[in-house]
């Protein structure tokens, strides 16, 4: 076997000349890979709405009434009797027994409450009561709720106008219309994703990720509140490509 360097000098150039041309493959290779990567991480985020209007399926109506006098028995008497006309009342117009729920009486003493000066009160003793409809019959309440002056004219004193009081209505089938809602939400996201894709001349791809919001319910308006607007919105990203 020959030691001369000049016979080893093929081998080496030709090994040589391997690895540059593998690194130059390989290189190649990472470049298209890079390539690619980089045409999947082209994106566009865009956000559906879907909002409908659904009537409340339950009103829950607190009705407050008050009576005053001087002689505590007979106070209770007077509030036992305008508890048993009020719902003698509501059982004309619709609203069942089962519906109807009587709180206990609230009897404030006010001669207890006063302080040395103070001018005595005219009636010692005031009590309140509250009687509650939890319906699901909303149109009769509604119905019920426009005539309960004709009890006041009857010398029932209604005291129920704080915010505490006030008539709540509730929509308790957002499962019911929770996929329908989410499907329109994500058919109004495509759309927009869509016309952007078509605007900057790409093709829509395959949605990267997707959030969905969270469902709110409020009423439709002041004057409407047994209308409720049901609203979602969600947010979703899709893949573009050229």
Known sequence: MSNDPR????????????????????GWLLGQSALRVKAMERTVTVKGLAEQEFPADIVLWPIEFSRAGNQLGKLYEKLEQDAAR?????????VGDAEISLSPPAIVDKLAQQYGGQQRAEFRYAGRQTLTVYSRN???????????AELGKQGILFTG??????????????????PAMIEQATRKAREVAG?????????????????QGQFSISPRDRN?????KVRVVSTVEYYLSD
């Open 7 to 26: 016979s080893q000098l093929p081998a080496a150039l030709v090994l040589g000349l391997t690895i540059a041309a593998g690194l130059a493959a390989l």
């Open 86 to 94: 009020i719902r003698a009342f509501l059982r004309d117009n619709g």
């Open 138 to 148: 909303i149109d009769a309440v509604r119905k019920t709720q426009s005539r309960l």
């Open 161 to 178: 106008n704080d915010y505490q009081n006030a008539t709540e209505y509730l929509f308790t089938r957002l499962n019911e219309v929770k």
């Open 195 to 211: 016309k952007f894709a078509r605007d900057s001349h790409s093709r829509l791809g395959k949605i990267r990720r997707a959030r």
């Open 224 to 228: 409407n509140p047994h209308i409720k």
